[in-house]
Nanobody, 118 residues
Framework: QLQPVESGGALVAPGGSLRLSCAVS????????IGWFRQASGKEREAVAC??????SAHVMDHLQDRFTVSRVDNTVYLHLSGLTPADAAVYYC?????????????WGKGTLVNVSS
């Protein structure tokens, strides 16, 4: 069973940066679309970024593009967060899908918590 594992969440001051990691062990990650999502307390889960399968292109949601980037090195996908504000505080999830990114991905990680506070 494919299991994405997120790490890198932390408490960071406003304006700070973080790098979140998503590791998928045992399976070639390029065979899957990898998505990053986040869910803030009391809010619905929202899409953050997608890395298309087959070493395809990376996409970050338009309203986050100036601060977030996504990259892949070997079997780990990274989400780089910068200029963090309290509105970015959420549990960040990594997910994998056999075909493409969407809100009902096939495999989900357990999430990593990002807190933004002074």
């Amino acid at each position: 069973q494919l299991q994405p594992v997120e790490s890198g969440g932390a408490l960071v001051a406003p304006g700070g940066s973080l790098r979140l990691s998503c590791a998928v062990s045992g399976f070639p990650q390029e065979n899957y679309a990898i998505g990053w999502f986040r869910q803030a307390s009391g809010k619905e889960r929202e899409a953050v970024a997608c890395l298309m399968r087959g070493r395809g292109s990376a996409h970050v949601m338009d309203h986050l593009q100036d601060r977030f980037t996504v990259s892949r090195v070997d079997n780990t996908v990274y989400l780089h967060l910068s200029g963090l504000t309290p509105a970015d505080a959420a549990v960040y999830y990594c997910a994998a899908d056999n075909h493409f990114c969407h809100m009902a991905m096939d495999y989900w990680g357990k999430g990593t918590l990002v807190n933004v506070s002074s």
